[in-house]
């Protein structure tokens, strides 16, 4: 750990003021990437193609969706990737954002979702995509420590690996100061040495963003 780890409390308002942020956002704008704070459907349907090298789609898995939203990546992976048996569960921490993922994917046999912060089942491979850019008015401490605890959740419950991503430092300046952004090297050597991990970058698809990939050993 890079700290103490943080206290329930601290974390529990931290939870839940993000999903009070979010669930804003669902309620203004439905389910959409505005409804998630993505400002289009190809770029947040770039990050899933990079989250999902993680896996191997020649057999079939599970997977569970830190920060599922309304459940984009279903759509994404039901367009990308039909016919893969895959079997789906989303979680988030906005309740709204739960509600509107099971009214939008009822007739989903192989999908769940469940309103936590961490899964409730280990599956083959996790993913989180955006959970950690919109910091808000937090501390880089506590922001870290959740990060930390996110990440820790993830490796738990993932069989073969998990995946997130995070917004690069701008070149000339910090920027807004509502978001995270942390160069890869950190989060990289963070995984490897508390997981044990094998970490791949993922920083050329043309945003100033990256991917980790990181692959139990
Ligand atoms: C930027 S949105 C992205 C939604 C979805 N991943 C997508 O790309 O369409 C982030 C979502 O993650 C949820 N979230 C953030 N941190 C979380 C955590 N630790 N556990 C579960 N959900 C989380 C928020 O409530 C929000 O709905």
New binding site residues.
Partial sequence: MTGHPPSEQALAGL?SV??Q??TQK?EAHGPT?LG???PCQPT?EL??VQLLRLCDFSAPFSLN??????G??LAFLSRRHKGKKISYLG????AA?ITQAQQLWRKRGDAEFVV???SPRVADYSM????F??KLNHSDALWTQ?IET?LAAMHTTSRLGFAVNFLAPLAGGVGAPELYRVAPGFWTTYCEREFGAEVQVLDNYGMREYTLLVRAH
């Fill in positions: 939870h993000i999903g942020y979010y669902v990437p998630v704070d993505w947040q990050r899933f969706d830190v920060g599922c939203g309304y984009a990546l979680l988030d921490l906005s954002m936590a912060s961490a989180a995509s955006g959970i850019n919109v959740f996110t």
